[in-house]
Nanobody, 129 residues
Framework: VQLQASGGGLVQPGGSLRLSCATSGSSLNFYAVGWFRQASGKEREGVAC????????YYADSVLGRFTMSKDPSKNTFYLQMNNLKPEDTAHYYC???????????????????????WGQGTLVTVSS
């Protein structure tokens, strides 16, 4: 599975961005696809997750109600719509895939690399006035 994140940029607080995760190499119908972010000097954290087949999903408390993950039904592309962005959302954002698991606080938590083993290059989101 290959993944490539894009769509990052500079946005003012309160603004919106949509990140894309283009995938190839395998059908992701049976994979959990997650978005993660890593701010400077901090550990990588799970942000959102979507599983097309088992319909599981996950959002970190810090983004709940502001970020929405979706999938284009005609493409193997996943999106992260980010609204009401805050300076603390500034980070490199990555998409990743995990086979054989559902989206949950466990699989998206501190030990996410146990399950998410296919990673794309990150895209930088900067929220600043």
């Amino acid at each position: 599975v290959q993944l490539q994140a894009s769509g990052g940029g500079l946005v003012q607080p309160g603004g919106s961005l949509r990140l894309s995760c283009a995938t190839s190499g395998s059908s992701l119908n049976f994979y959990a696809v997650g978005w993660f972010r890593q701010a400077s000097g901090k550990e990588r954290e799970g942000v959102a997750c979507f599983h097309k087949t088992d319909r599981s999903s996950y959002y970190a408390d810090s983004v709940l109600g502001r970020f929405t993950m979706s999938k284009d039904p005609s493409k193997n592309t996943f999106y992260l719509q980010m609204n009401n962005l805050k300076p603390e959302d500034t980070a490199h954002y990555y998409c990743a895939a995990a086979g054989g698991v559902s989206c949950s606080a466990v699989t998206m938590g501190r030990d996410h690399e146990t399950w998410f083993d296919s990673w794309g290059q990150g895209t930088l989101v900067t929220v600043s006035s």
